[in-house]
């Protein structure tokens, strides 16, 4: 079994989340308190993540991302300390948008590929025009076994047929028109 190499910058962000969170279980429990229901979340939260980043990459970014988002909002705080800011109605988390940010700065590629951008406007008319043609070779493949009557039927305007079908048919006739000329000798 081929194991796979760990990338510890990816993974510094996380790593930081777990050390701290290490930090803050062994706190409570010197001081002789109990460990509330956001240190299981954060336990159950962070776990997954590492295991999702040793497994699939892409799952590991959107429940990490989730992770701090929660964690910004202030859904749950399994820190001992807790640093927080209202803004307006909000209270937002500072060490998850510090998270956040190392997160961010750390792992472009993986963000790239798991939420990826809009492609350009070019981009977008080039993938069209590809599909347009793979349309046409396929009806080309189709129709190779049809007759001249048939093939004429379809390159007419109101034979019902998308253009894509009209323009495979035209394409079809003129290769019979050219197998169809006499060679002079």
């Known amino acids: 079994m081929k194991t796979k190499e760990v990338n510890y ?16 279980v062994i706190l409570v429990i010197i001081t002789g308190n109990q460990l509330t229901l956001d240190y299981y979340i954060g336990f ?7 295991f999702l980043y040793l497994r699939h990459k892409k799952s590991y970014v959107i429940v990490f ?18 640093l927080t800011f209202s ?16 997160f961010i700065a750390t792992n472009k590629d993986l963000l790239d590929s798991a939420f990826p951008h809009k492609s350009s406007l ?13 349309k ?4 080309i493949n189709q129709y190779q076994t049809k007759s001249r009557k048939d093939l004429e039927y379809i390159t ?17 006739l003129n290769n019979l028109d050219t197998a169809e000329v006499p060679t002079k000798e």
């Open 156 to 172: 007419q305007k109101d034979s019902g047929y998308v253009n894509e079908a009209k323009i495979a048919a035209q394409q079809v």
């Open 9 to 24: 910058v990816e993974l510094t962000a996380l790593l930081i989340a777990i050390v701290l969170f290490i930090v803050s």
């Open 65 to 82: 991302t989730l992770t701090l988002a929660g964690g910004i909002l202030n859904l749950y705080d399994p820190f001992v300390v807790k």
């Open 87 to 102: 803004l307006i109605f909000l209270r937002l988390n500072i060490t998850f948008i510090v998270l956040s940010i190392a």
């Open 136 to 139: 046409i070779q396929k009806f």
């Open 44 to 50: 159950a939260l962070f776990s997954s993540s590492l």
């Open 122 to 134: 070019e981009e977008e008319i080039n993938l069209e025009k590809k599909r347009e043609q793979q």
